[in-house]
């Protein structure tokens, strides 16, 4: 920030300076223009290392930011905003409604999947509802049918959601029956995506809200912690909790998983609770 031109005095002729000095032809100020995406991440992994649905706010009142610079004047309208980040803009503001999720492929490691822009992982124990929320969030009976085929279960299933965005339905975990080696291959195959994939924005990582966390949940969560990698937690089959007892219900998971109520996101497949906006905040990650 150039020193002693104005002392701002309030957050917003704070904010107002700043925004004209990053509009400006300063090479930082380009710079900073440029990979804003990447450090408004980096800045939330560093303030919040456990991000809640607040950091997808955060995220998109920095991108509207950014998008107010492409356009400023002089430095030619449309310079920082590639046609990707404009594909991806007119998909978020296009609003919620069924998310238009194609199946791709299914990968038995992260090398195998498209070369997607983008990525959202869904993670979770088996019968958590994944396959669920995925037809609810597309407004589709059977799209994720496919995942439910013998010998897809312990795979890496990608839906397309257009303009190089994509959805990874990952493995349930905590099968039982599963052969110790068979687990082998699940937990290295996990952790070579999610700790190597640069094109993923955020896990979603879903936890039966009529039994709330299991241990793995919990391990998958202090895991993701200790890596820092950006997830989210989603509490499925709300329709499953009496009424009378969601408050506690929703306290406890909470606490359970160590996050405020407010972090967690509510939904149910089934009634159609919470999808719209888990589908609007589906749109912020990808952007
Ligand atoms: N009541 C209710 N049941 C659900 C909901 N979501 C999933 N289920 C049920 O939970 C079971 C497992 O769901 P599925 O989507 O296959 O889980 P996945 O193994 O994680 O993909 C199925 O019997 C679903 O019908 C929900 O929101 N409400
Ligand atoms: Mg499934």
């Not at 710079?31 to 980096?42: M, N, P, T, Y």
């Not at 303030?47 to 492409?70: D, K, Y």
């Not at 046609?83 to 069924?98: I, K, L």
Request: charged share 25%; with cysteine; glycine share 8%.
């Amino acid at each position: 920030m150039p020193a002693g031109i104005v002392t701002p005095t309030t957050r917003a002729e704070s904010v107002d300076l700043f925004r004209e000095w990053v509009g400006g032809d300063d090479p930082t100020a380009v710079w900073i223009r440029d990979h804003v995406h990447e450090l408004a991440r980096a800045t939330l992994a560093c303030w919040c290392p456990q991000p809640g649905p607040g950091h997808a706010l955060v995220l998109a009142e920095m991108a509207e930011v950014a998008a107010s610079w492409s356009g400023q004047p002089g430095r030619g309208s449309g310079r920082y905003r590639t046609e990707r980040s404009a594909r991806r803009h007119d998909r978020a503001v296009s609003g919620a409604g069924p998310l238009r999720l194609e199946f791709v492929l299914s990968a038995a490691r992260a090398e195998q999947l498209p070369d997607n822009d983008i990525e959202l992982a869904i993670v979770g124990r088996s019968n958590v509802g994944k396959s669920s929320l995925l037809n609810a969030l597309a407004n589709r009976k059977q799209l994720a049918l496919v995942s439910k085929t013998p010998g897809r279960t312990q795979l890496l299933n990608c839906f397309s959601l257009g303009d190089g965005a994509a959805l990874i339905d990952c493995p349930g975990y905590g099968y039982a029956s599963v052969a110790a080696n068979k687990r082998k291959t699940w937990q290295k195959m996990m952790e070579d995506y999610l700790l190597t994939r640069e094109q993923l924005a955020m896990i979603l990582v879903l936890v039966d809200g009529e039994i709330g966390p299991t241990e793995l949940d919990r391990q998958m969560l202090e895991w993701l912690r200790a890596e820092v990698l950006p997830h989210v937690v989603i509490a499925t089959k709300h329709d499953k909790v009496k009424a009378s007892k969601r408050d506690k219900r929703k306290r406890d998971l909470a606490e359970a998983c160590q996050l405020d109520k407010s972090d967690v996101i509510w939904v149910s497949a089934a009634k159609g609770t919470g999808i719209d906006r888990l589908r609007s905040l589906v749109l912020e990650w990808l952007r």
